[in-house]
């Protein structure tokens, strides 16, 4: 992928509830989750190290600051976001005004949560 290019991304529902970010980044990376779970070496929750080392090893840049958001036009063309839904911490995607969310689909918005970060990403040349 080089920058510029569209991505196509293709909605991947969470095989556990315990497989959102390995959701996220199949849907961003163009894997299939039992690839990233193998990567990973993980079927369980994921942290921020595992997610940014991921995204890192398949090419992708990803910011290292947590960026608070509040409305949807505030996110960049790529990111990933972490939210506090009311069942627990969640990892979900953004891109181009879509919100691709391992857990409840793909939406015009936010899923519901109290607290929003992101983080952005983008690919190299």
């Not at 989750?33 to 990803?62: C, Q, S």
């Not at 947590?66 to 911490?89: D, F, I, Q, Y």
Request: proline share 4%.
């Amino acid at each position: 992928m080089k920058r510029g290019e569209a991505l196509n991304i293709y909605f991947i529902h969470e095989p556990t509830d315990l497989q959102c970010g390995q959701a996220v980044l199949a849907m961003v990376l163009g894997k299939s989750v039992e690839e990233i779970i193998r990567f990973l070496d993980n079927d369980r929750e994921t942290t921020l190290k595992e997610m940014k080392t991921a995204l890192r090893y398949y090419g992708a840049e990803i910011s290292d600051k947590r960026c608070e958001v509040k409305h949807k036009e505030e996110l960049p063309e790529l990111c990933l976001l972490s939210l506090e839904t009311p069942r627990c911490w969640h990892w979900s995607l953004y891109y181009n005004g879509t919100f691709y969310d391992p857990e409840h689909g793909v939406l015009n918005d936010f899923p519901e949560s109290a607290r929003r970060y992101f983080w952005e990403i983008r690919f190299g040349e």
